[in-house]
């Protein structure tokens, strides 16, 4: 039976030129960028490579891109080290409620040294509203950090109006967007859009994991979390990762040539998904308006079904899917994504996420509908209550 | 012989064709993420488990107690600063040495700043602590000794079990720096009274990108990263799974035969620095002639710049260095040759090879042949040389 993975929010595989670049860095450059011989300087150069293709897509200077060892270093980043080099200005932020745990632990760490947190909640489409988060605004604000696509309902915020707000109104608090989820996908253009600091994730587009990478606008300053050699102009110190930055360079390489040529077919296989399943099952609920969010994430609700066992039902038909974003899944509490969206405990019990990637085709999700209706249909015989 | 000789070995590694091999899998095909429930997620988890073993083994470790972090600098910063906060109710005194990497001591600045005594212990000529000095540094304020196993400039071998001894008498916590030492010193957490260790994949064949972190169990080390759940709660971030495997196979292999390890390179480094002594004059070994990486390789060659000698072997083809890897970007001289007592003038002119297993006898012999040229006439176009020739011999 073919296997289908509709997991690609919770990572992607790895493109196979992609692992030739790694091999290629593994076996022949392998040096350290800090080292002065022929071996650093090629490993150097290399960094430069991967740095301007990250910035080709992000439409940025090369200067601006820093790289960290994964999404959640750069969400951590941005977050704690914009806090502590603004605390004298002023000690409040303001986030939403359906951030990622990278964003949200790292607030929740600066409340208990004395920082002040708004969390801004989400209509039933999972989207902020623009006149509330600019009443939150105060002139001790220093940071706000607001995700672009949701990772697990794809719900789309609007970054670029958010970026125009801050910038004309006062006191411009520095503009922190997860993007980790929208990279590649959806365009986003921090220089032009007022966004000061931008997080990324390599695992996410098809590089491998252990890589991510932060933007920081010319001129916005902040603390390094990690001392040390002094690496990357002292902002974030440790042997970069070379294979993991090289691999990174040819994702978002390739990420962005499907952006400009293929950008629509994610959204084609969203509406045949969709489509199929709201014909199936007549009373799925599609959490979080098929406006309002990406065309690669998916969150569907089948009442009186659970998640978890469709599932593992699935996982019998060689379909990879999700309950809720892999970070959390381990954790036996509902999404607080839904949660926040005021979604009822039936609908919250019987969610799954189906994330797509520009390597998944019609074909899939042709295959993946009549299992679908399988196993939903297997499983209801048991135990629909 | 290749067409470029590599004696860098102390700044990275190139990553082995069966290290490389376990990893691959885990890119294209065993991709899922180790947090899924289903069961790409589950065989990735199987994988992490048998890295996490082979790491604990080779330390004599519990598995439980393993973690693993983006790098060797967030393994150390991770140690010190999660450690000091974590403990600050007992004590703000942190014990360390001036011969530690920059991830260490960078860290004891930031916590110097946020409230916190740092003792930086001096080192002797060779660069060796005195695990007395350790004894009476400590206070009843000292919560954490962070001393290395070996340093990575002059490849100094600390006297680590003593310390540990001493600081598990004291009730202290004890951390080691062990990221040049895997796989050259035998490391047994247990027998060393070592609560917390930091290693990195990259020095010992693995790939870069990977570094761990020993907690021993009911040690308090504050969070760094904050997200989601991975590695039991204590470090966010999805797990680099390719590079965990990559990790998992390159500690087995590096604690497989130390000895033997350290009888090659220890041949290879003898006859190196034999013959540099016998050849070149105003020559000055750093570190212990013994008590050092069998891979390490320290010179001071008085009246040259070490930058200059670096790039002239670079252009034999011979790569080396004049320092750490991360601060031979800078133009100040190495803290730890300034520890050792060298004045700045000498410790500039210093260079340094670290070998690594595919080092041969005929690599030294052509570095042997060349360096003495290469020295000499970078001496020759000195003023400072010319100035003090025939003067005092400096050894």
Same mark, same amino acid.
Request: glycine content about 10%; proline content about 4%.
């Given at each position: ?20 670049? $790694? ?63 603004? +605390? ?146 002292? $902002? ?60 690669? $994430? ?40 839904? +949660? ?46 | ?395």
């Amino acid at each position: 039976m073919k296997e289908i993975y509709l997991d690609n929010a919770a990572t992607t595989p790895v493109l196979p030129q992609v692992v030739e670049a $790694i091999i290629d860095c593994l076996k022949n450059d392998y040096g350290n960028p800090s080292s002065m011989h022929r071996l650093g300087i090629q490993a150097e150069k290399r960094v430069r490579e991967a740095k301007g293709r990250l910035s080709s897509l992000l439409r940025c200077t090369e200067d601006e891109i820093i790289f960290t060892s994964g999404g959640t270093e750069a969400n951590n980043m941005a977050v704690l080290g914009t806090a502590y080099d603004k +605390k004298r200005r002023g000690r409040h932020c303001i986030t939403t409620e359906i951030e990622h745990p990278s964003v949200l632990q790292a607030f929740a760490h600066l409340e208990e040294q004395g920082y002040e947190v708004s969390y801004l909640p989400v209509d039933q489409n999972g989207v902020i509203s623009l006149d509330h988060l600019k009443s939150l605004i105060r002139p001790d604000t220093i940071l706000v950090s607001i995700m672009h696509v949701n990772n697990e309902t794809g719900s789309i915020q609007p970054i670029r109006q958010i970026g125009a707000m801050l910038k004309a109104g006062p006191g411009k608090p520095v503009f922190h967007v997860d993007a980790i989820q929208s990279l590649g996908k959806l365009p986003v253009y921090p220089a032009q859009w007022g966004i000061d600091l931008l997080s990324a994730s390599g695992h996410k587009i098809h590089a491998p994991k252990g890589i991510g990478a932060l933007y920081i606008r010319r001129g916005v300053r902040i603390q390094p979390i990690l001392f040390g050699g002094n690496q990357q102009g002292g $902002i974030r110190s440790g042997t970069e990762n070379i294979p993991g930055i090289v691999g990174m360079g040819e994702g978002a390489k390739w990420m962005a040539e499907r952006l400009a040529e293929e950008g629509g077919c994610l959204a084609q296989l969203k509406s045949r998904l969709l489509q199929g399943i709201l014909q199936a099952f007549p009373d799925a609920v599609i959490n979080g308006s098929a406006d309002a969010c990406a065309s690669h $994430i998916i969150n569907v609700g089948f009442p009186g079904l659970r998640g978890e066992i469709l599932l593992h039902a699935l996982e019998e038909e060689g379909v990879y899917v999700s309950t809720g974003s892999a970070c959390s899944s381990r954790d036996k509490r509902f999404s607080h994504v839904l +949660k926040a969206m005021g979604l009822n405990d039936r609908i919250l019990e019987g969610s799954i996420r189906l994330s797509t990637s520009y390597l998944t085709t019609m074909q899939d999700i042709e295959e993946f509908l009549p299992r679908l209706t399988r196993t939903v249909q297997r499983i209801e015989r048991f135990t629909r209550r | 012989m290749g067409d470029r000789i590599y004696l860098d070995h102390a700044a990275t590694t190139y990553t082995k064709p069966e290290v490389l091999e376990e990893m691959l899998p885990y890119f294209t095909k065993q991709y899922g993420n180790p947090s899924s429930v289903h069961s790409f997620g589950r065989e990735s988890r199987k994988a992490m488990d048998l890295a996490r073993e082979r790491t604990a083994k080779a330390l004599n470790a519990n598995p439980n107690d393993i973690f693993f972090t983006g790098s060797g600098t967030e393994a150390d910063n991770w140690a010190v600063k999660g450690a000091a906060l974590a403990n600050r109710k007992k004590g703000n005194h942190i014990i360390t040495t001036t011969i530690e990497h920059h991830a260490v001591l960078h860290t004891c600045n930031y916590l110097e700043q946020n409230g916190f005594d740092v003792t930086y212990l001096p080192v002797d000529e060779y660069g060796i602590v005195d695990a007395e000095q350790v004894r009476n540094a400590i206070t009843d304020q000292t919560i954490l000794v962070s001393v290395m196993t070996a340093n990575n400039e002059i490849g100094t071998i600390q006297p680590i079990k003593e310390i540990g001894a001493i600081t598990r008498e004291k009730g202290v916590l004890f951390h080691t720096d062990a990221v040049q030492a895997i796989g050259s010193v035998p490391i047994d957490v247990d027998d060393m009274n070592i609560d917390l260790l930091s290693l990195a994949a990259h020095k010992f064949y693995g790939p870069k990108g990977i570094g761990a972190l020993y907690i021993r169990k009911g040690v308090k080390a504050q969070q760094m990263l904050h997200g989601g759940a991975q590695e039991r709660n204590r470090r966010a971030g999805t797990e680099n799974l390719p590079a965990i495997v990559g990790l998992g196979k390159a500690i087995e292999m590096a604690a497989l035969d130390i000895p033997g390890h350290n009888a090659r390179l220890e041949a290879l480094r003898n006859r190196l620095i034999t013959g540099i002594l016998s050849t070149v004059e105003h020559a000055r070994l750093n570190g212990h002639p013994e008590k050092r990486l069998s891979g390490n390789v320290n010179f001071c060659f008085e009246f040259i710049e070490g930058e200059a000698l670096l790039l002239s072997l670079d252009i034999k083809g011979i790569a080396g260095s004049s320092g750490s890897a991360c601060t031979s970007g800078t133009l100040d001289p190495s803290h730890v040759l300034l520890a050792i007592g060298l004045p700045h003038e000498i410790a500039h002119g210093s260079l340094r090879l670290t070998l690594g297993e595919q080092n041969t006898q005929e690599e030294i012999d052509y570095v042997l042949e060349v360096l003495p040229q290469l020295v000499q006439r970078l001496r020759e176009m000195s003023p400072l040389f010319n100035q003090q020739k025939g003067g005092q011999i400096f050894v």
